[in-house]
Structure formats: C-alpha cells, structure tokens
C-alpha cells in the first residue's frame, strides 16, 4: 500500500526519466550519433546485460527489496555512450522479467534512467571522454568515472530510499528499518561493482560484445554472495519470531505484546534520530525483552495471590534470564544490554542491578517506556486497558523517578507524529489457556509480595 504522497513521488521520477531521455543527444554530451549502428549495437548489449541482472535479483531486507549487479552495465554505458545511453540502459528495466506491478516497474526504469544520466552529467562534466578507451585516456579517465560511479549509487539509492520514508507508516516498521539498516553495505557493494563497468568500456576495444558476457561471471557470484547475506537476515527473523512465540505461549493476556513493544521503541528512536543500524538492533531488543520468562516456573507468572519473597525474586531474575538465552546471538549485540536493564529505574529502585540514572543504558530507558505504555494500553485478566491519554498521563508521573523524562517526551511525540494502534481486546480463553493474574509490566498495578513463612 502506497501513500498518496508516495505515489505522486513516483510519478515526478517517472516524468523526469521521461524528459532526460528525450534529451538531445549532443546537449547531453554524448557525441555520437544514436542512429549510428554501431551506437546501437553497443546499447543493446549492455541492455541485455543490465536486463539479466536486473531479472535475477536477489532478496533483502525480508523480500520487501532486491539487490542486482546491473549497475555495472549503466556505468559501462557511461562511458561508452554517454548520459542519455546510460539513461536508455537504465530504463530497460521496465521490461525485467521479475514479477512487478506497473508502478514497480514505471519508478525502477524511471530511476535507473535517472540515475544513469546523473551519473554520465557527471562523467562527462569532469571531462571524461566519451567513447572506447584507449592507453591514452589513463589515468585521466578515472576521476570522472570515479565521480559518475557515487552520484549513480547515491542517487539509485537516494531514489530508492524516498519511497519507505515517504510511505511511514503503511508497512512493517522493522523491515522498513531492516531495509534502511542494509544501505551502507549496499552502498560499498555497489560502488565496488561499479568498477566492472569500466573493465567491460576497456575491455571492449579488444573484445566488442564479449567483455559483456565475460563480466557476467563475478556479477552472478556478486548475487550469490548477497543471496546468503539475505539468507542470514530470514534466519534472524525466524529466531526472533520463534522466541517471541515460545514467550507468548506462556501468557494469553500478553500475545502481541513484544512486537507492540517492538514497534514503540522504533517510534522513540526515530524521534531521537538513532541511526537505522542502532534502531534495528534496539528493536530486536524490544521484541526479545520478556524472554527471560521462558526461565520462570508457569506457576509464578500465572499466580492469582500475593508473592512469595522467593517468587519475586524469581520474576526480578527473568532480565538475567533472558540474558543468559540470548547471549550467543551474535547479531544482538547493544540489544543485549537493553533486554538485561529494561526493568531498572531512573531513580535506582529498579532491578536487577539498581542502576540509577546514565547508569541505565540508552536501549533499557526505551524499552522500558514502550513496555509499560504497551502494558497499561492493552486488556489484562484482571482489569481493561486504559486508554492512550490514560497512559501518556502515568508515563509523564513516572517520568524522573521510573522513566528517563527526555525518552518519555520523545516517545508522547512520536506518539503526537505516528499515532498508536491499541490491540484488540483479547477473545475470552479456554480452560486449556494460561491467564497471567499479575503483570510485572504495568506500572500502575505492581505486583504484591509478602513475607515468606
């Protein structure tokens, strides 16, 4: 689901690629004549070497994006034929042989074309000559190429990453920050391939055609690399989904409750400007942080009456415990710390070390803002869920003594600028469902412990 703003983004790139590639060809720097065949012949080559790229993608970010090699072939046609044939190589994508929609494949021509023209401006205002290179035209040749090959990759990736931001809000939060998260890897990826399309322009004037094909080689082993960098990001998800499942099949009351918590402590670090690598690995943080229940007996979480002073400490060790689980994940990493200190207070009554203050780490502070506002907007067993203003009245309470006051306003102004969906009330359980009678989450109903006899 597009938004309008996103759509109307779509149509402006899309008459822009229109109005480059009717551009005069000698205005644009490209000194040949397109009717010449021998400009043609090299333009249908590299169309057919972008169009298999482009036709054999490989998936990222949980298959809401796709990464190709294909920039090489509108780097190569930088330089052999200039902006507008880099544009013409570039739009050729319209006729992928991927499974797309008429505006995926309208905004990926038109954005190609783009920046294909972008980069050939470049080349070619940098004094790079345009045509077959030859031992002459070395070393002078590789600035301008150098300089094409970043505005291309900034401006392919710029194009693309305007429409996540543009269309906030209508997709899964934590693969929109997946997506963001995986720019700089792509962005090194693909100003290294770059470098293939000068090998084909060079290769060219001692092989014609063929240096295309030989060149597909490393892009399909390019692909293939990126393909089990894909794979590793699913395996991510799958261990998030499978924890987040085994911790919700202890609580009935709870389910969906990670995932909302999740989404809260993207919302705060978005509103703070964290950077998508951190707010990726904050929101793992979000999603795992009540894991460490897997480790405390069913009959405590799901006990009607007071605590024991045992019992209780067995609740204050799940941070400890969810540690212990998720500690050898090595993709966590800072996540760790917010999963072991979300339940520490900024005045020092927290648990399960006491820290106070700057003590907490930054990922705790958030998490526990998003958890407790999630906990007092969802329905429990023993009471119905209060309503937004209600929580955003007991976050701003317990801001300076439970709540770091800075995360509280930036989370109320995230909540002001994105706005929150509260769960549907729970369907009423089966004798074969487990009720949580106590929730350690909510702030406003602390659990109740007597002394052990």
Known sequence: MLSRVAWLYI?????LAVALIGTDPHVAGSPQVVTGVRYWAELNVLRLLFLICDSTPTPLAARQSAWSPSSSATLAG??????????????????????????ERLFNGAMHAVSGFAA???????????????PADFPAVLLPFAAAAVVHVVCNHGLIWAVPRLNRGR??????????????????????????????????????????????????????????????????????????????????YTRGHSERVSKGSGMIARQIGMRPERTEA??????????????????????TGALTEEEYAAIQLHPMRGL?????????????????????????????MGFAGHEIPEF??????????????????????????????????GAGSQFDPLIV??????????????????????????????????PTAPLRVVESL
């Open 409 to 442: 306003d930036a989370f109320i102004a995230a909540l002001d600028r994105e706005g929150w969906q509260l769960p549907d009330p729970p369907p009423a359980p089966s004798e074969l469902q487990i009720v949580t009678a106590q929730d350690h989450d909510d």
């Open 324 to 352: 212990e689980i998720v500690r050898e994940i090595g993709f966590l990493n800072e996540a760790l710390a917010g999963i072991m200190h979300h339940h520490e207070r900024i005045d020092g009554k927290g648990y399960p």
């Open 78 to 103: 930088v330089v052999l034929l200039g902006p507008l044939g880099a544009a013409l190589v570039g739009a050729v994508s319209v006729l992928s042989f991927r499974r797309q929609r008429l505006s």
């Open 282 to 303: 904050l929101m793992f943080a979000g999603m795992l942080h009540d894991v460490g229940k897997l480790g405390v007996p069913t009959t405590v979480l799901q006990k």
């Open 171 to 252: 997709g899964p939060v934590l693969q929109q920050v997946a997506l963001e998260s995986s720019v700089p890897l792509l962005l090194i990826s693909d100003l290294g391939f770059a470098a293939l399309g000068l090998i084909i322009a060079v290769l060219w004037a001692v092989m014609g055609w063929v240096a295309a094909a030989i060149v597909l080689v490393p892009l399909f082993v390019a692909r293939w690399a990126m393909g089990q960098f894909a794979e590793q990001q699913k395996a991510y998800a799958a261990t998030m989904a499978a924890l987040c499942q085994a911790v919700e099949t202890k609580d009935f």
């Open 364 to 397: 705790a502070r958030v998490i526990a803002v998003a958890d407790a506002f999630d906990s007092m907007t969802s329905t429990r067993s023993y009471r119905q869920a209060r309503s937004i203003d209600e929580g955003v009245g007991e976050l701003r309470r």
């Open 120 to 134: 050939g401006t470049a080349f070619v205002a940098l004094h790079g000559r345009v045509g077959v290179p030859s």
């Open 11 to 15: 149509a402006v790139v899309v008459l």
